[in-house]
């Protein structure tokens, strides 16, 4: 089976993850987490990285440290990872479901304002499958509305607007280090920010709230979110080789694109966005299946047969129990109805796209 992501750790982590375990400091104390902070910090080029135990945790202790609570509303966009719209409702704040756009599939600007109401604190927009949203859009509005920003960059490490990396570009930007993601420390999250306060209010919500100069003295109800002393080991490892993992992902793209581009103008396919104003690292290199209704389905089926494995796109936030809603949201429901997420692995070689390029021709009848 081609699967459609896989982990590429080699010599170098396992070289540090050893040290790490040597060395004895196997928890959250240690020379790693520092520097994988400072280090991803510094590549992304924010003052501030807090690392976390995983990418969710990272988008509520932003949302946390930024004082999101009960009462509190926080709009997120419909098309996104489940998480999103969790990390709102742990703080007991309401997530408000935008729609996305078509043309990167990250929340559409233009709705945003309608869904401002007087209780409204903050925005999540998610770089989706590694394409950045649109940042010079989003953030004027946010601003005019004194609303707080958290960037949940989840999927897009290394993504960028002209020359910027995402996550440096509102208050707080987020990012998981999940197994399937661009870079992985197994498990693993983080915070960036280039606000020293909020870093600092970040680091002690980690703890469990614990005063920086005072041992067991919890001036607040914190949590335990802390990232490990192996984990970092294995992040600083793979920091290492963030560009090659960026580079062949974008690699992957374009061999896609060269081999699917003219089924684009027919209207049999929608491939993935990249926008003028964006470097897109495409976490996963999605299409869009037209045509028929559950054609989608048909060729994730048919593709599996060979050898090929694919995901769906996520099912949108308001079509879930927890956060169903009677309104439609058409451009998150017809992104979710058509793409899937093909092999983007960065194992990934050049005649495996060939092989899974030419079965997706063969499938829709091209
Ligand atoms: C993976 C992901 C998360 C959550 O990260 P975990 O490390 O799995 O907790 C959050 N948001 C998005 C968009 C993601 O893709």
Request: hydrophobic share 45%.
């Amino acid at each position: 089976m081609i699967p459609v992501a896989e982990p590429w750790i080699g010599e170098e982590e396992l070289q540090l993850v050893m040290e790490a375990v040597k060395s004895g400091w196997v928890s959250s104390s240690g020379r790693f987490v520092t520097e994988f902070e400072e280090r991803f910090a510094a590549y992304c080029g924010a003052r501030c990285g807090v690392a976390t135990s995983n990418g969710t945790a990272a988008l509520h202790l932003a949302l946390a440290a930024l004082g999101i609570g009960p009462g509190d509303e926080v709009i997120v966009p419909a098309l996104t990872f489940v998480a999103t719209a969790n990390a709102v409702t742990f703080t007991g704040a309401r997530p408000v479901i935008v729609d996305v756009c078509m043309d990167n599939w990250g929340l559409d600007a233009e709705q945003l304002e309608a869904a401002i109401t007087p209780r409204t604190r903050a925005i999540i927009p998610v770089h989706l499958y590694g394409h950045p949203c649109n940042m010079d859009a989003i953030m004027p509005v946010a601003r005019a509305s004194g609303l707080f920003v958290v960037e949940d960059a989840a999927e897009a490490h290394g993504a960028e607007i002209r020359g910027r990396k995402v996550g440096t570009l509102a208050d707080v930007g987020c990012f998981s280090f999940y197994g399937n993601k661009i870079m992985t420390t197994g498990e693993g999250g983080m915070c960036l920010t280039n606000d020293p306060a909020l870093a600092q209010r970040m680091r002690v919500l980690r703890g469990h709230g614990m005063s920086a100069d005072r041992k067991y003295w919890h001036e607040v109800v914190g949590f335990n979110y802390r990232m490990t002393n192996l984990q970092a080991a294995l992040g600083v490892a793979q920091l290492g080789k963030l560009d090659r993992l960026v580079e062949k992902k974008r690699q992957i793209a374009q061999w896609y694109a060269e081999r699917l581009k003219d089924l684009e103008a027919p209207g049999i396919l929608g491939l993935h966005p990249e926008a003028a104003w964006a470097r897109c690292v495409y976490w996963m290199y999605s299409i869009l299946v037209k045509g028929e209704p559950g054609e989608a389905t048909r060729l994730m089926a048919e593709l599996a047969t060979r050898g090929i494995e694919t995901r769906p796109f996520f099912v949108p936030m308001h079509l879930l129990p927890p956060y169903r809603l009677d309104t439609r949201l058409p451009v998150a429901e017809t992104l979710y109805s058509q793409g899937i997420n093909l092999p983007s692995g960065t194992r990934l070689e050049e005649d495996q796209v060939d092989w899974i390029a030419s079965s997706v021709r063969q499938v829709l009848g091209r």
